[in-house]
């Protein structure tokens, strides 16, 4: 996906409260949905979205599938960002 698909999936708080939780490891979807206020289908949505964004990776063990953060398109988006900025020199 690109960057504006990117910048979308983060820019939903529930989203981003997700791979905050993420930060700390690989969780399973049942240990995502008990930390928040929210149905299993709202995060399972939730999750589909930032799979698709490739921001965060599934792997399948056994009975349960693991979410974990795909920190490398992270580093493509402050690249990016970065870049924005422009020279320090002026040009």
């Known amino acids: 996906m690109g960057m504006s698909e990117t910048l979308k999936a983060i820019s939903d708080p529930a989203r981003r409260e997700i791979l905050e939780l993420l930060k700390g ?4 979807a049942g240990e995502i949905s008990s930390k ?3 149905t299993n289908a709202t995060v ?4 589909s979205h930032l799979k698709k964004a490739n921001l965060i990776t599934e792997t399948k063990q056994k009975n349960y599938i693991y979410y974990e953060l795909n920190s490398s398109v992270f580093e493509d988006v402050l690249v990016w960002i970065y870049s924005l900025g ?3 020199d002026g040009k």
């Open 44 to 47: 399972s949505y939730h999750l």
């Open 25 to 28: 490891g690989r969780k399973t």
């Open 86 to 88: 422009g020279n320090k």
């Open 36 to 38: 928040f206020n929210l």
